[in-house]
């Protein structure tokens, strides 16, 4: 390892990340959509928690769009899957759509996706929980 | 080679900066695509495991190599043991765990060993074109691994 070293604190960019989380929403008949682009981690991961709090309406299913989600980490899966708790609670699901590359290999890897529904599109989660309302 | 590129920068909360330097140097040396991807999430969880886990403290460095990426985590913690490293499945319900599981899953080695200045998880990756056992049930490294369903 060389010379001996001492922990100190990183030197910070100068900038802010250029993939910097993006949360936005929409309310469908009986689901909250969620779409999360960017870098989802452990630096970021409490603010979709707080997102999720804040538009997730009672007694919804909540469907991920994860089409322009560039980074999943253990972190960010942790608040997915919390979410995917509650609604199992309340007699609702969560749904994954369209994650791809890293993010999708993180759900395969843990497993995940074969826990939890996945879809390749969020138009087909959509199209699924709309006839899952309709029984 | 000689006189190769070796990156050092201590653990820090901020993933993002640490995962592009990581990246950086991984497609420096010959990894790209998922592998990259692969090397990029596998030192966030080792510095997350530091983190939330180990001695919150410690030093990351990676080298390339004539068969790939290796990449040390130090924790000055030293509280990681061979006991974390075992071939225990994770809950996919979301219990704790994942870090270190999704961490063997995506090296195509994991080496750990104990220093004088704590522990020191290696992070292994071969090259693209390198032969590689596959690890673990992940069944390898898979360029295309998306799923679509």
């Not at chain 1, 929403?25 to 603010?47: C, F, I, W």
């Not at chain 1, 994650?99 to 843990?110: E, M, N, Q, V």
């Not at chain 2, 990246?23 to 983190?51: C, K, M, Q, T, Y």
Request: charged share 20%.
């Amino acid at each position: 390892m060389g010379a001996p070293w001492q922990p100190q604190p990183a030197p910070r960019p100068a900038k802010a990340p250029s993939r910097a989380l993006t949360l936005t929403h929409q309310h469908l008949p009986g689901m909250s959509v969620v779409a999360v682009a960017g870098e989802l981690d452990r630096t970021n991961s409490a603010k979709l928690a707080e997102y999720l709090d804040r538009v997730h309406r009672p007694g919804d299913h909540v469907v991920f769009d994860l089409t322009e989600l560039a980074f999943l980490d253990s972190s960010g899966l942790h608040v997915l899957l919390a979410r995917a708790r509650a609604c199992a609670a309340e007699g609702t699901g969560m749904h994954l759509a369209g994650a791809s590359g890293a993010p999708a290999r993180l759900l395969t890897i843990t497993g995940v996706d074969g826990h939890l529904p996945v879809y390749a599109a969020v138009q087909e989660a959509i199209t699924t929980v709309l006839a899952i309302r309709r029984g | 080679m000689t006189g190769e590129f070796e990156l050092r920068c201590p653990i820090s909360p901020d993933l993002g900066y640490i995962r592009d330097l990581v990246r950086i140097h991984g497609r420096h040396h010959g990894l790209s695509g998922d592998r990259l991807e692969d090397l990029a999430l596998a030192v966030n969880e080792a510095v997350i495991n530091v983190l939330d886990h180990g001695g919150q403290a410690g030093l990351v460095t990676a080298r390339g190599h004539e068969h790939g990426v290796s990449v040390e985590v130090l924790d000055v913690g030293g509280r990681l043991s061979d006991a974390h490293l075992a071939d225990v499945p994770v809950d996919p319900r979301g219990g704790q765990g994942f870090g270190l599981w999704v961490i063997r899953h995506l090296c195509d080695e994991v080496t750990l060993e104990q220093t004088g200045l704590g522990s020191v998880l290696g992070l292994h990756f071969h090259g693209d074109s390198a032969a590689v056992i596959p690890i673990g049930r992940s069944g390898g490294r898979p360029h295309r691994s998306t799923r679509t369903a």
